[in-house]
Structures are given as structure tokens and as C-alpha cells.
């Protein structure tokens, strides 16, 4: 325990103050202990409630990429219904133009066959802009294909990588919980000695204060608040005799000789 070696009086009591000021200075060692074992609890559970997030965000990029691939392919499948459309409007038109030609043939009249003379005319003006519509549509496709193996890859990598990273997770969630099973199996014992009242006095003060609830005095001021303490106050944390707490914050105080006690000008 030597971080806590330094707790001690700067003058000598009679036999009964210094017994007071051992029991004082175990049960404020004991709380120190107890502080920095809540400290490491609190940092594994908070690294464990991390990792749900962190799950949730690479499920996310690979959804990503995964989505970037679907809606490329959904594009390829697009142009390609739509370049079978045309293909089939292009037969249509040349289906007409072979009835309209049989029709020609057939008929002895000047207007009717001038009449089926401009509606040929008029499908092969269609069936050429229907096949210029065609290749351009072939050209989005080309460029879209090349858009899905961009994707593909992608897609590929990123699973690779979440794959990697989720098995990383499940190692640490593991380790994690390890950790913190460690932690809380002998937590009951570090707080042996310190007295249910003062104990539940610390986890009070854990509550509202966070991991600094223990803090020590350093030029006269609170180690939790920062506040300047009062002459009294600070006497008595030097004393070590009886459970010194903050006047401003609630914290409970304690000095160790490597403390400063003096104001800084």
C-alpha cells in the first residue's frame, strides 16, 4: 500500500488518540481502496456498454456497402429490362413494316399505297431512334457494370473488415467481463473494517460524486471541488482522529505527508 503509506499525524497523541487516529487511518486506507476498485468496475462497465455501439456502427458500414452493391446491380437490372424493351418495340416496328410492305404489294391504289409508303418510312425513323435509345442505354450499362465490381470489392473488404472487427469485439467482451467477474469476487472483503454507517456514507457520496469521493487536501483546498478549506477543517483532516468531510462538496477528506498543506501565494 505504499500510495497510502503517507497517511499519518505530524505530531504524536497520547495512546488512546493514537489508537483513534490508526483505526482513522485504516478505514480511510480502506475506503482508498475501495475507491480505485470502483474506478476499474466503472471503466470495464463502461467499456462493455461501448461495445453494443460499436457493433452497431460496423453492422452499419457494411450494411453500407452492401446496400452501394444492391443498388448497382438493381441499376444493371433496370437498363437491361429496359434495353429488352426497346428491342422488342425495334421488332414490333419491323413487324409493321413487313405487313405494311405485303400491303403495298397488295394494293392498286395511288393514295393507299403512298399512305403505306410514309408509315414504313415512319417505322424505320423509329426503329433508328429506338436502336440510338439501345446503345446508349448499352453504354450505362458498361459503366454501371464496372460500378457493381467497384462495389463488389468494396462490399468484400468491408465484410472482411467487420468480420475482423466483430471477432476483435467478442475477444474483448469476453476479456472484458472477465475482468469485471474479477473484480466484483472479492469486493465484499475490501470493504471488511470500514463500518456499515461510513460505508454507506461512501456509496452515497459515489452516487452523487462520481469516482472522486475519497480526495485528499493539497494547500488547503478540496481535492474533489477545489474549494479552500477552512483552518479548522483542515486541522482536523491533520489529525486524522475522526472522518473529515468537505463543507462545500461532501467529500470525504484525507492528508498524507507528501501533501502540501500550506496556501500557495
Known sequence: MDRFSGLTCSFWP?????????????????LLVLQDRDRLILRVRSELNGLGPERQALQVRGNSTQAALEGAKLRIKQLESDRKRLELEVEGKKQLIERYSIQQFQTKKNDEYRALAHEIETCKTAIVELEDQELDLMEQAEHVQKEVAAAAQAAAE???????????????????KKQLADLEANYDQLSTGIGETVLARYQRLRKQRGDKTVVGIEHSVCGGCHMKLPTHIVISCQAQQDLVTCPNCGRMLYYARHMDLAVVD
Open 14 to 30: 497520547d495512546n488512546v488518540a493514537e489508537e483513534s487516529q490508526r483505526r482513522m487511518l485504516e478505514v480511510i486506507e480502506k
Open 158 to 176: 468491408m465484410k472482411k473488415l467487420v468480420d475482423q472487427k466483430t471477432a476483435e469485439l467478442a475477444a474483448r467482451e469476453q476479456n472484458l
